[in-house]
């Protein structure tokens, strides 16, 4: 079992918060896709196993015109026949989405779409620089379900400068009336060298403050779950059975291939990533776009510790045991005392964070490493 990221870095506008990489563009050149396809022969042998999951995202992977969707699928297919794929995402942006373009994507096998959102508020929007509206952001979602589509998941951002709980509330009802099976809820985070960093130091915008932040996470959690969506990973909701099963097996550690400008692949020992440069990644030899390191079995333990906290799985303490046995009286000692403290709980022979340890993953995370 392994997954398949493709990576389109083009955005006709970039948002204020994004610190990925990424070109402006109103379109995607056939020169970056026929890279894109080279790099997929060069590299089909990273993974040793089919990939049952393919995710293709950005970017705006819906600057793609049909055309190119085609292409890429038909040249993956070759490589990773689509047919042992349980999962193909697709991220889109509302404004991209006609009705005939759903229909495209549909027909050509797309069977999960993700669409960046982020807030059913036009002011929100504006500031966040999206380039779409509340009404469009709706009728997005609408369209899809007609087009076919019964696997539909929503970004959407809370903390916001100056949200307020009631209005973060006002986005999540708005969201649950809509028939879309999974959320992703994210906190605005100010990350260096973006647009919003230098509108905060400016003081052109203030960040929320960290109780309010946390007030509307806990608030998240709870309104969606009487909307029968499943907490499942810190920023991750959805109705029963529905969770992302490609990114759910980044969490699990799942061997991936990820191809484009600055998309990483892991195969299980191995962690490798891509010049971020989109001229560097076109013309450069295959052989040279890439660096890559050996993971040592710190850094592996380090990576479950990591990405398991991500989860409300958590920990399975017998994976310690058995896979970093050096590492398992430290971690039983450190955990004990996190159970102690209230930030995690025993489930079985798991280790899950509790809503206080929630609040505080990088402190626990930073505890048992």
């Not at 006002?170 to 990350?191: D, G, N, R, W």
Request: charged fraction near 20%.
């Amino acid at each position: 079992m392994s997954g398949l990221y493709l990576h389109i870095p083009f955005c006709k506008r970039r948002c204020i918060y994004c610190d990925f990489y990424s070109s402006a563009s109103k379109s995607v050149s056939d020169t970056y896709i026929s890279r894109l396809i080279e790099e997929l022969h060069y590299k089909r042998s990273f993974i040793s196993d089919k990939a049952t999951t393919l995710y293709v995202g950005g970017g705006t992977p819906s600057l793609l015109t049909l055309s190119q969707v085609d292409k890429i699928l038909t040249e993956s297919d070759k490589i990773f026949p689509l047919s042992a794929m349980s999962e193909i995402t697709f991220e889109s942006n509302p404004d991209d989405l006609t009705f005939d373009y759903l229909k495209g994507l549909k027909d050509l096998g797309i069977n999960r779409l993700s669409i960046g959102i982020q807030s059913f508020d036009d002011d929100y929007l504006h500031l966040l620089s999206r380039r779409h509206n509340a009404l469009q952001a709706q009728n997005s979602v609408w369209d899809a379900n007609k087009a076919g589509f019964d696997n539909i998941s929503i970004d959407l951002m809370f903390a916001l400068p100056d949200m307020t709980l009631a209005q973060w509330e006002k986005t999540l009802a708005k969201a649950v009336l809509l028939p879309v099976k999974h959320i992703s809820a994210y906190l605005l985070s100010q990350e260096p060298d973006t647009m919003l960093d230098t509108m905060v130091a400016k003081g052109l915008i203030a960040m929320p403050k960290e109780d309010l932040a946390l007030t509307q996470f806990d608030f998240t959690e709870d309104f969606l779950r009487n909307h029968q969506f499943i907490h499942y990973e810190t920023s991750s909701y959805c109705k029963q059975g529905w969770e992302s099963k490609h990114n759910s097996n980044y969490w699990k550690r799942v061997p991936y291939l990820g191809l484009g400008a600055s998309a990483h692949s892991y195969n299980g020992t191995m962690r490798q990533w891509n010049v971020s440069n989109l001229r560097d990644y076109i013309s450069m030899p295959l052989s040279e776009i890439s660096q890559s390191e050996t993971l040592t079995l710190r850094q592996q333990y380090e990576e479950y510790i990591m990405l398991s906290l991500r989860t409300m799985a958590g920990i399975d303490v017998s994976v310690i045991r058995n896979e970093f046995p050096t590492f398992y009286k430290p971690f039983s000692q450190q955990a004990e005392r996190q159970i102690s403290l209230g930030n995690l709980c025993r489930q079985g022979t798991n280790l899950v964070p509790t809503r206080q340890g929630q609040h505080l993953l990088n402190l626990i995370i930073v505890s048992l490493l």
